[in-house]
């Protein structure tokens, strides 16, 4: 079967994002003489962790946001980082404030996370945002996902009357996710481990999103023809058989040489040669979803910087 599926560039929608981000902090400087500021904080050295925390510090700078990054050690006590968190949320220069995740195992994410105010919620995990955004009041909103609705909203992609299957059902994705879709008017499904017939109920979604973090769950036979396929995840691909059945020809050879040069090639959950045979748009992995997160980290900043000062 030849190539169909359009390729959905997360590079091309993070740019439109980020320019759009960046024409509204010059308009809170001068307009209300207001300066965002996000600050990340990052505990121990997890290195997936180091690399998306250096990219938010950047891409904020670049967009004229100021930005802090806050490393902690690894042996940080739970009441230490409770107290940057506290000294956080009574700074009023600070717009934004996001807890990197995993923590360390002596921490409890939940405690964290609660106890960062709602207004300065960037990542919007605190209960207060889960909740308005369940009852679809204003709320700063999960980055990823509100990054795929933004996605396919700037694609002209209508959502509303569709079937929107979720494959996963974390806090930080599959929940969110499957939330946004409802409001656009969608039929929404969540899946997970204890699905009975997962290829059965995928098969019925016009918009497919897969956020399991399970390489190439997703095969020819959980796509409908014509499907929309967003893959949100984000998994390391080492077995060249493996690969053999993953990519069309045309990406087939380089993928080849990463897993050669390197030991593994990053994937995501979705099999790219059945998403591009069967699908009408497809967002691979890289260059897919994963762009939007920063991108819509920044959004969020500016969003809480209007709605806690400008109020
Ligand atoms: N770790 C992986 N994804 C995320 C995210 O979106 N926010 C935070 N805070 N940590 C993460």
Known sequence: MEKRAEILSGKVFAKAIKEEVAEDVKKLKEEHGINPCLVVVRVGED????VYVNSKVKTAEELGIISEHKHLSEETSQEDLLAVVEELNKRDDVDGILVQLPLPKQINEKVILEKINPEKDVDGFHPVNV???SQGQEALTPCTPAGVIDMLKRANIEISGK???VVGRSNIVGKPMAMLL???NATVTICHSRTKDLAGVCSNADILVAA??????ITDNHIKEGAIVVDVGMNRLT???EAKGFFGEDKLAKRLKTIEKRGSTLVGDVNQKAAMEKGSYFTPVPGGVGLLTVAMLMKNTIKA???RRLK
């Open 47 to 50: 290195t997936a962790s180091e």
């Open 131 to 133: 909740g308005r955004l």
């Open 163 to 165: 079937n929107a299957v």
């Open 182 to 184: 409802l409001h656009e």
């Open 212 to 217: 399991v973090g399970v390489t190439g769950i």
């Open 239 to 241: 077995d060249i058989e």
């Open 305 to 307: 910087a209007r709605m």
